[in-house]
């Protein structure tokens, strides 16, 4: 367990774990800004693409969060972190050199897989490194952070007219950079008992009180990934608003979210109160989805579109419970599954909207009566947060019932 003082060995390390979250973040999201030409370049319909840029990718991710925080926790952080930058930086240049949509993909799955220690890794330095009473500031923090990656990937690199081959070779040599900070300047941390984490991996996954996290978490999460992602902006075409104020609004969300990580976790901290912090962030997003769904006049979407991302910010929260919730040998694995909840829910609930989008009469285009009935996945999600937020969770300075005696 940390103290309630920053070291400066511990803040390098966290420093280092922070620049590979964003570093795999980039990586996650970069080939959505080279769509055409890799299209083109590989010879490949829009479907492949999806494949290879994002269904691949977020799939092999998030089935490997829980056996990323066993691995994590059986040979401890800097191998960890050697394992992710490495297989990350080797993937980006072989990804520059595909001549095939085969090896792309492999690649990209390759990356998936280096990617998948990004954020594990960090909520782990943070677990183990930074000052206990400021936990949920440090995983928003790391959040807003890693936020920053997706911004780039989609900002300036738009500004510039560097081909996709020479960016993933130089983010190739980022990764080797990345690998040999590493080497050098990250101590290893403990490494637990196989008998030990067996015993507690069994005892942590048949208690209700980690599953009802993961619960809020993708709950809370999963309304701005997907309406940001896939057909948020036609929706709100659909309401009247121009393309233009689509893009900026879904951008509040992200802004909210970027701003709501670190001020929901110091307040959080400071007032020592993390269930009622996660209570109002689900009130607060099934509220905000309702009137981006149902409200008639769409004059205040701008400020509900920034609300809900402070909303789906609360996530933080509750990988800061999870923190201080769990037996710290497993920690890591508790926070596992509320990545992989989240990651394998996205991943699920895109195409499942689609499938509903697509049930329509496709002779002509879905209409917006059909995009609300098709959003109810959505719905249901934040829903189900609200009411496990409400009813299942208790106050977070009760001991639970899966910590070791």
Same mark, same amino acid.
């Given at each position: ?10 803040? %390098? ?68 972190? @050697? ?11 072989? #990804? ?5 949509? =085969? ?19 960090? @909520? ?95 709950? /809370?999460?999963?309304? /701005? ?9 036609? #929706? ?26 670190? &001020? ?17 962030? =689900? ?28 909303? =789906? ?6 990988? =800061? ?11 890591? %694995? ?20 689609? &499938? ?29 947060? /609200? ?5 299942? %969770? ?8 899966? /910590?070791?005696?």
């Amino acid at each position: 367990m940390a103290e309630n003082k920053l070291k400066t060995k511990d803040f %390098i390390v966290w420093s280092i774990s922070i620049l590979f979250f964003l570093y795999e973040f980039f990586l996650r999201t970069v080939t959505g800004s080279y769509q055409n030409p890799l299209m083109q370049d590989l010879n490949i319909s829009a479907l492949q693409f999806s494949l290879m840029s994002s269904t691949m990718f977020v799939l092999l991710y998030g089935s490997m969060q829980i056996p990323v925080g066993f691995i994590i926790s059986r040979i401890g952080i800097k191998k960890s972190l @050697l394992i992710g930058t490495f297989f990350c930086a080797v993937s980006s240049i072989g #990804f520059s050199y595909s001549p095939t949509y =085969a090896c792309a993909l492999t690649c990209r799955m390759v990356m998936g897989f280096g990617a998948s220690f990004g954020f594990m890794c960090v @909520l782990m330095v943070v677990q183990e490194r930074m000052p206990r009473k400021h936990i949920a500031l440090f995983i928003g923090l790391s959040q807003f952070i890693g936020t920053l990656g997706p911004m780039l990937a989609a900002g300036p690199l738009h500004t510039t007219n560097i081909s996709w081959r020479p960016v993933f070779i130089y983010l190739g040599l980022f990764g080797a950079f990345l690998v040999l900070l590493v080497l050098f300047l990250v101590e290893n941390t403990a490494q637990h008992k196989q008998e030990k984490i067996s015993f507690s991996f069994k005892k942590l996954f048949s208690n209700a009180w980690p599953w009802y996290i993961a619960l809020i978490s993708t709950g /809370l999460y999963i309304a /701005l990934d997907y309406l940001s992602a896939n057909e948020g902006r036609t #929706f709100l075409a659909l309401k009247g608003i121009t393309p233009s104020s689509a893009a900026y609004m879904i951008s509040l969300g992200w802004a909210g979210y970027a701003i709501g990580c670190p &001020l929901l976790g110091f307040l959080s901290d400071k007032l020592n109160r993390k269930t009622q912090t996660l209570q109002l962030s =689900a009130i607060l997003g099934f509220v905000t989805l309702l009137i981006i769904l149902y409200a008639p006049s769409t004059s205040l979407l701008h400020l509900v579109f920034f609300l809900l991302g402070i909303s =789906a910010s609360g996530l933080g929260v509750g990988l =800061a419970m999870v923190s201080e919730q769990t037996d710290k040998q497993l920690v890591v %694995i508790g926070f596992g599954l509320t990545n992989a909840m989240i990651s394998i829910t996205a991943s699920i609930n895109a195409p499942l909207i689609g &499938l509903l989008l697509d049930s329509s009469d496709r002779a002509k285009p879905a209409s917006l009566s059909h995009y609300l009935l098709s959003f109810t996945p959505l719905l249901v999600m934040s829903a189900i947060a /609200l009411v496990v937020s409400l009813f299942f %969770i208790k106050k977070t300075y009760l001991k639970p019932s899966f /910590l070791p005696a």
